[in-house]
C-alpha cells in the first residue's frame, strides 16, 4: 500500500512538476482558473500537491529529480498562472502505476464535481479497457454505484455529435437519457436531437417526444399492419434526415414533414428536387433508392448471469417501462 514520504510536505519547483498524463478532464475553465491564481497569489496554495518522484541519472553520472503530478491538476496550474516558484507537495512513495494515477484522478475530480459526463465516463471506460476492470469494480474504487457507471458508459453510445454538444454543455446529462432510449432508431435520435438543439427543450420535454415516438411507432404498426408503409415511412426520413410520417386513411393520406427553421425548409426542398432530377436522369432507378439500415451500439453487460438477474430492476432505467404514458 503506497504512503507518503515522512508524511511530510515539501516545496518544490513548479517547473519540475508534470502533468498527470492520466487526467480525465480536458477542459479547465479559465476563468475559475484565474480566482484561483489571484488567490493563490494573495495567500499560496493552501492544499499540497500529490506527486511522484523519479530519480533520472545522466550521462555524466549527475542525477536530475523528476516529480510527476497525481492529483491537484488545477492548483498546478493555478501556480503557473500566478508566478510562484514553489508549491507544497506530498510525495507518494510504494509502487505506482497508470491505474492507481487514473483512480486518484477521477476520485479527486468526482469529489470536487469538476468532470462533465463525457469526461467521467471516457475515464470509467479507460478503467475498463486498459486496466480490466468491470463494472463492479470501477464503482467501488470510485464509490458510486455499478448502475452510476453502467449508465455513465451507455453516453458513449450516442453518436459523436451528440457527445460533443454534451461535453460542449449545449445540451445537460438529463437530455441524454431520451435521446438513448431511442439508440435503436437512430433517424429518430438525430431529429430529436435537432429539436432538442433548435427549440431548447427541457429535459421533460424531450422526454415527452422520445415517448410520443415510440408510442406512434407502435400506434402505426398497429393501424397499418403494412410492412411497405413503414419502410416508405423510414425511407423518407433517412432520405430528408428529418422525421416523416404517413398517415394513411380510406382515400390516400397525409405526409408529415418536420423542419426546424426556414434554412431547414430550404434543404429538404433541395433535397426534393435532387431526388426529382435524379429520377430523371437516363437509367435513373424509379424511386429513390433506400438508405441501408444503420447499426446501433450495444452495451454489454459484464457481470455474472446471477449478478445481473439480481440487479435487472435498477440497471435498466433507460427502458420505456420507467415512463408513464
Not at 35 to 48: E, H, K, T
Not at 185 to 213: D, G, N, Y
Amino acid at each position: 500500500m503506497s504512503s507518503y514520504v515522512n508524511d511530510a510536505i515539501f516545496w518544490v519547483e513548479v517547473e519540475k512538476v508534470s502533468p498527470n498524463p492520466y487526467q480525465p478532464r480536458r477542459e479547465f475553465d479559465q476563468s475559475a482558473l484565474q480566482s484561483l491564481a489571484d488567490s493563490i497569489r494573495m495567500y499560496g496554495v493552501l492544499q499540497p500537491l500529490v506527486v511522484t518522484r523519479k530519480e533520472v541519472f545522466r550521462d555524466d553520472g549527475g542525477m536530475n529529480v523528476e516529480y510527476e503530478l497525481v492529483s491537484g491538476e488545477r492548483r498546478l496550474r493555478a501556480s503557473k498562472l500566478a508566478g510562484i516558484a514553489q508549491v507544497p507537495v506530498l510525495i507518494r512513495s510504494g509502487e505506482q502505476d497508470a491505474q492507481l494515477k487514473l483512480e486518484m484522478a477521477i476520485i479527486e475530480n468526482l469529489q470536487r464535481e469538476d468532470l462533465n459526463p463525457v469526461d467521467r465516463a471516457r475515464s470509467f471506460e479507460r478503467l475498463a479497457k486498459e486496466f480490466g476492470l468491470k463494472q463492479a469494480q470501477i464503482a467501488d474504487k470510485v464509490g458510486k454505484s455499478r448502475e452510476y457507471v453502467s449508465n455513465s458508459l451507455r453516453i458513449l453510445s450516442l453518436p459523436d455529435e451528440m457527445i460533443t454538444a454534451l461535453e460542449e454543455g449545449k445540451i445537460s446529462e438529463g437530455h441524454t437519457r431520451p435521446l438513448l432510449m431511442l439508440v435503436d432508431k437512430p433517424e429518430e435520435q438525430v431529429v430529436l436531437f435537432k429539436e432538442i438543439m433548435a427549440k431548447k427543450l427541457t429535459v421533460r420535454e424531450a422526454e415527452s417526444l422520445s415517448r410520443r415516438v415510440a408510442t406512434e411507432r407502435i400506434r402505426n404498426k398497429a393501424k397499418y399492419l403494412d410492412p411497405a408503409i413503414i419502410e416508405l415511412e423510414k425511407s423518407f426520413t433517412e432520405s430528408l434526415g428529418t422525421r416523416v410520417r404517413i398517415e394513411k386513411s380510406k382515400e390516400g393520406g397525409t405526409v408529415t414533414i418536420d423542419f426546424f427553421s426556414p434554412d431547414d425548409l430550404r434543404v429538404l426542398l433541395e433535397k426534393i428536387n435532387h431526388i426529382e432530377a435524379a429520377k430523371g436522369a437516363p437509367g435513373a432507378p424509379a424511386t429513390a433508392p433506400i438508405a441501408s439500415p444503420q447499426v446501433s451500439a450495444v452495451t454489454i453487460d459484464d457481470r455474472a448471469p446471477a449478478d445481473a438477474a439480481s440487479a435487472q430492476e435498477n440497471d435498466d432505467i433507460y427502458s420505456l417501462k420507467d415512463f408513464s404514458l
